[in-house]
């Protein structure tokens, strides 16, 4: 019996050893699966992650593209592509003025679309955003400080868009320091923020107008002259039938002219002809402006003279003298006029003039005649300041016509001019006739200088690719009338600027003045993709149906709108702000003071912008918000 137990008890210890081996068996291969699957979870991981951390890695390099392509356009306006590396990643910015990342096109033509793309390995992000050429506040229209009286209702004038204020508008009365949003007209949305009002910088302004001086390094248009020392100096046009040879019913002699010392009792001659038998003079003296004619002889009109003068002239001080003779064969009264500034000082009898030589003088007494002390046939009674633009016409000039050249730089073809010495030579002794008579004037002793800087450009076409760095500089008031301004650059006057009479401004064109502007029955700027840029320190006038396609900068006390059409922007700091007679702007509108609709036919309508992408208008470029993408 105990044998058997025995046995059996072999034979169970026996079970019990493979029960056991194949038990840790078992457990060996489990735990070598999970390792295996450990290991591929862990391998599968890293790999994940490290696709992760590149992914992350190109989206930091993006980023960082974008914000150097952002420092560079705000910094330089430029467009131009940029491509850098970091480390083992490359980036790429690219700009598109016209269509996004899905070849959509730009909700507004001031917008362009930033893309920066960045690849580390095989890994590539993609993020994009919208710049803006204007602030954001340039898609509506936006009334500040808008505190007072009613400004706007809507019998008065019309908004069509979203319009921004603070202060008073319609019947409803806003806190000062509190925000209103409203809508009025048709298609008005409530706004839900508020926008930001626009940055602008006026260095590239300022320091355009600082560049027109009186050098003469080329840089800057000025207006010459000539300077008379009162000693010796003079110019001289030889005998020519146009003016002095020939017997001539009609003259007229123009001149421009500043004294050192009016009050010497010494005659200072500023031009004479002929000498104390048959003749013409204009002279200072003891502080009064003369001018005067004769034709003594008897057996022609026995004109034994007449003086014409003013006392109100002042040292150091530009003015136009006029002398006009309208006469016969025998004396006439009001035939001799005296003109200062376009405006009649005298008018007295008078002739004709017949044939007399002698030469004609500017500056010097060369034999003439004169109301105090009679004939004087020696040289001398020199002038001592400046004189220009001496215009000699076989015309009588109307008072009008006077007054509407007297600032005018002709082109030398007028009807009637003979003689036309605009003295923009600027070097040498002879100063040229603009006319096709070649009376042409030979310098003694005058030496150049600056001239008035008050002109006229009637007629005339001004193309600034002929200017240094595409530059029209003027130092003083300028007029334009009839006239055309082309090329591509810019157009600086120190001084008033007046844009009148049908003149144009081609695109592409920065007009910036010190003064005032005013444009009336003209047109600025081709159309909305061909713009111009307006900037004025002054007060700003557009009247009698004038165009403007552009942006238009008002920094000075006042800016009115009479019955014209802006398209584009307007940033207004003027506290006076008027729209009148049926005036129409589309496009947006921001300003700093409240706008007053002076007619229930002026309209402000939500339009298109112009496309200044890449040109420095003064505003800082700013991102649009919300249009962040990564893609």
């Known amino acids: 019996m105990n044998k058997k137990v025995n046995h059996i ?8 050893g493979a029960i056991f081996m194949a038990s840790t068996l078992g457990v060996f291969v489990i735990l070598s699966l999970f390792s295996m699957f450990l290991l591929r979870f862990i391998i599968n991981e890293n790999r994940d992650m490290g696709h992760y951390i590149m992914d992350i890695k190109a989206r930091n390099l993006a980023l960082s593209g974008m914000e150097r392509g952002l420092q560079q356009y705000r910094s330089t306006r430029s467009p131009a ?62 009334y500040g400080n808008n505190e007072g009286s009613t400004t706007f209702s809507p019998a008065q004038g019309s908004i069509t868009g979203p319009i921004f204020f603070r202060g008073d508008i ?30 602008l ?69 500023i031009y004479e002809e002929g000498a104390h038998i048959r003749g013409l003079n204009i002279y200072i003296y003891s502080g009064s402006l003369y001018l005067g004619g004769w034709n003594e002889p008897n057996g022609e009109s026995d004109w ?28 006439s009264n009001n035939a001799l006029k005296g003109y200062l500034n376009g405006v009649e000082f005298g008018s007295g009898t008078g002739s004709k003039l017949w044939a007399h030589s ?13 109301l105090q002390g009679g004939d004087n046939t020696s040289v001398g009674e020199y002038f001592g300041g400046d004189i220009d633009e001496i215009r000699i016409w076989n015309i009588a000039r109307s008072q009008a016509q006077l007054s509407a050249m007297k600032d005018t730089v002709l082109s030398g073809n007028e009807s009637g001019l003979v003689a036309y010495l605009n003295l923009q030579e600027n070097s040498g002794s002879t100063a040229n006739d603009q006319t096709s008579e070649n009376n042409d004037g030979t310098i003694y002793g005058a030496t150049w200088t600056y001239g008035p800087f008050v002109y006229t450009y009637n007629g005339q076409t001004i193309n600034l690719s002929q200017y240094p760095d595409n530059t029209f500089r003027f130092n003083g008031d300028l007029i334009l009338t009839n006239s055309t301004v082309t090329g591509t650059g810019y157009f600086a006057v120190k001084g008033n600027l007046t844009i009148g ?61 009479s019955g014209s059409t802006i398209n584009g922007a307007i940033l207004n700091y003027s506290q006076t702000f008027q729209l009148n007679n049926s005036t129409n702007i589309v496009g947006s509108v921001v300003s700093d003071y409240s706008i007053q609709f002076q007619d229930s036919n002026s309209t402000i309508t939500k339009g298109g912008l112009p496309p200044f992408f890449g040109v420095n208008t003064g505003l800082v470029p700013m991102v649009v918000p919300g249009t962040y993408l990564e893609y």
């Open 9 to 16: 008890d072999k034979i169970m210890g026996a079970d019990d």
């Open 81 to 142: 592509t940029i491509q850098g590396t970091f480390n083992t990643g490359n980036y790429n910015i690219t700009y598109d003025t016209l269509r996004n990342e899905s070849q959509s096109n730009l909700p507004y033509t001031n917008y362009v679309c930033m893309k920066s793309r960045a690849t580390i390995d095989n890994v590539e992000r993609n993020v994009r955003l919208y710049l803006s050429s204007f602030p954001e506040a340039f898609c509506m229209s936006f």
């Open 170 to 199: 319609s019947t409803t009365i806003v806190n000062p320091t509190n925000t209103k949003y409203t809508s009025t007209g048709n298609g008005g949305i409530l706004l839900s923020s508020s926008p930001p009002f626009p940055s």
């Open 201 to 269: 910088s006026t260095t590239d302004y300022e320091a355009l107008l600082s560049s027109i001086n009186y050098s003469h390094s080329g840089s800057s248009y000025n207006n010459f002259a000539l300077s008379f020392d009162r000693v010796n100096d003079y110019v001289k046009i030889n005998n020519t039938n146009d003016i002095n040879l020939g017997t001539h019913t009609q003259r007229t002699i123009e001149a421009w002219f500043k004294v050192d010392n009016k009050d010497l009792s010494a005659k200072q001659v």
């Open 304 to 331: 034994e003279g007449t003086w014409l003068s003013t006392a109100g002239i002042q040292n150091n001080t530009w003015y136009h003298v006029a002398l006009t003779l309208n006469g016969g064969n025998s004396v």
């Open 358 to 370: 002698g030469d004609i003088t500017i500056g010097r007494n060369g034999g003439t005649k004169f």
């Open 501 to 561: 009479s049908s003149t144009s401004f081609n695109s592409k064109i920065t007009v910036v003045s010190s003064g005032n502007i005013s444009v009336s029955s003209s047109q600025l700027g081709a159309n909305i993709r061909k713009p111009v840029i307006v900037f004025c320190k002054g007060t700003c006038t557009f009247s009698n149906s004038s165009t403007f396609f552009g942006l238009l900068i008002s920094k000075g006390s006042s800016l009115s709108i």
